[in-house]
């Protein structure tokens, strides 16, 4: 029996893990107050991205990222340490210190490509945009839609094509066709149980 070295079973230490980070394409989102309380309760960072400010909850786990393609505002953390200190730009949401305009117009997607640049195998994603869960998914977010939906790898092939599909009817139909069904309470459910199991999943 030879003298070598024993296998090498180092433990990882969990407080080196990185905590997981939200990222929200808030633009349209309507269970950012849900993602607040299930991040608050597994300790994950949220990012809230969009064109323009939303109002975010003081925290220092919580960031507004406001973005219009050519630059890019993050604000937000805990309260001021003194009365006399100048206000969170959390309370501000049309704060001065926000993305200028820019000469051209701001960028249609410039939200969605912050998240898809920023998205990683420690990211969570929720969004409805097809386009963007994909491009997330391909840099290893886990990434669910508003209503607890997930999306993976096995399934947005087929999303993608059935939006394009949709899209040309749509294009066809002169504005007969409806939108998507109302956001329902049995959708809000689903997303928080979701969510959690998501963050579950990553420890």
Known sequence: ???GTPNDCRV?????????TILVDADACPVKDEIYRVAERHGAHVRVVSNSPFRVPVSDRV???VTDGHSVHISGGPPPASANARPSLCEEPSGPDGPRPAPEGPKYDAADDWIAEHADGRSVVITADILLADRCLKAGAQVLAPT??????????????TRAIMADLRAGADGLTGGPPPFSKADR??????LDRVLVGMG
């Open 189 to 194: 459910s689903r997303f928080l149980q979701a």
């Open 148 to 161: 607890g939906k997930p999306f993976d790898a096995a399934s947005i092939g087929a999303a993608v094509a």
């Open 63 to 65: 960031k507004r990222v």
């Open 1 to 3: 029996m030879g003298g």
């Open 12 to 20: 990882i230490d969990p407080a080196t893990i990185p905590a997981p």
